[in-house]
């Protein structure tokens, strides 16, 4: 399935250059949710790229910005931790 993945701020694509932290989980029930901290190489802007896979149903992309710098922060210590 191919989604839209382009910065909130300028709609610049974000592609694996501007990935700067990610993160993997799964449910109970079986979907996966994959977790992208992007920033923009055009605007800088911060975004959040969720991606679900579920278990059953459709995929689903959610891209949440522009992030402040310390929701970004945020985002990048859940991720390492």
Do not use: N
Not at 18 to 23: G, N, V
């Amino acid at each position: 399935m191919s989604f839209l993945r382009k910065c909130p701020g300028c709609g610049e694509p974000l592609t694996r250059a501007t990935c700067q932290s990610t993160s993997w989980e799964r449910s109970p029930y079986g979907d996966e949710f994959s977790d992208e901290l992007h920033q923009c190489t055009q605007c800088h802007a911060w975004s959040l790229m969720t991606f679900v896979d579920r278990f059953s149903g459709s995929d689903e992309l959610k891209i949440e910005g522009p992030l402040t710098e310390e929701e970004a922060e945020a985002q990048k210590t859940r991720m390492s931790s």
